[in-house]
């Protein structure tokens, strides 16, 4: 079982920048790829970014160059820095783990708020 716990979500202006972050604990041994996804109201769930377990990362063409993942394995924490923020990211953020040899994300964060103001 892994558990997942996401902060950092508020209310920021556009143009501003956030960082949100993802606390992972339990079975940390069996994770190869983390992911942040993201949910706006009355939208489908969408992936935003992931990083696999040799810090290869990939992003939605919707947020490249302005939102970069990473991770501090320390700490069993992933981060999410999004910059250059605009009134379209606003969701709920939520942290996902997917298992070696999975193909799906198995593991779910409750979600944090993020709120871009125009």
């Known amino acids: 079982q892994v558990q997942l716990v996401e902060s950092g979500g508020g209310l920021v202006q556009a143009g501003g920048s956030l960082r949100l972050s993802c606390a992972a604990s339990?079975?940390?041994?069996?994770?190869?790829?983390m992911g942040w996804h993201r949910q706006a109201p009355g939208e489908q769930r969408e992936w935003v970014a992931a990083?696999?377990?040799?810090?290869?990362?990939k992003y939605a063409d919707s947020v490249k160059g302005r939102f970069t993942i990473s991770r501090d394995n320390a700490k069993n924490t992933v981060y999410l820095q999004m910059n250059s923020l605009k009134p379209e990211d606003k969701a709920v953020y939520y942290c996902a783990a997917a298992r070696w040899g999975a193909s799906y994300y198995g593991s779910w964060g409750e979600g944090t708020q993020v709120t871009v103001s125009s």
């Open positions: 990083i696999t377990s040799r810090d290869d990362t």
């Open positions: 339990g079975s940390i041994f069996s994770i190869n790829t």
